[in-house]
């Protein structure tokens, strides 16, 4: 088996405050209406213990049958500046990667410049694997930007 090493960041300017930003990260209430499936899911386990230590999960079952499931550990957080995270995502009990996320919160005025970097081990997919999460991501970044500008989000494409 071949491990495709990779990394990607995605940068986006935020009208709004980085406290603003940061809150969308911290509640499992803020985060569900942003970091969700771009389609009807069963949700079997969603929880969300944000602290240095604590654990987040997002697992569902998918129309077509497939089980898709994020386990992260929160590694480091300074409020309104970072957050340091450490996830594995798994497809039906398959480990596909184990990726390292750091979140930048850096005020501009007014406004914050939201840097989400990821550094990722693909066990499974090798490059398509990457651009796939890199595509998937940048839509869960999309949609947090909509939520806090108060715009639509764009379709899942």
């Not at 898709?68 to 957050?83: G, K, L, M, P, S």
């Not at 798994?90 to 990821?118: I, M, P, Q, W, Y």
Request: aromatic share 10%.
């Amino acid at each position: 088996m071949t491990v495709t090493n990779a990394s990607f960041t995605i940068e986006r300017v935020l009208n709004a405050s980085p406290a603003r930003v940061f809150a969308a990260y911290t509640t499992i209430e803020a985060k569900s209406q942003w970091f969700r499936a771009p389609a009807e899911i069963e949700t079997l386990d969603r929880h969300l213990d944000f602290r240095p230590g604590g654990e987040e999960r997002f697992r569902a079952r998918w129309p077509g049958g497939l089980e898709t499931d994020f386990q992260a550990t929160y590694h480091d957080i300074v409020e309104n500046e970072r957050i340091i995270l450490v996830y594995d995502l798994f497809h039906n009990r398959d480990k596909l990667s184990v990726s390292l996320l750091t979140l930048e919160f850096r005020a501009e005025g007014s406004k914050t410049r939201l840097l989400h970097t990821e550094q990722g081990s693909y066990l499974v997919g090798g490059a398509e694997a990457v651009q796939g999460r890199q595509h998937g991501t940048t839509w869960h970044i999309d949609n947090l930007v909509a939520l806090i500008e108060g715009h639509e989000p764009r379709a899942f494409s």
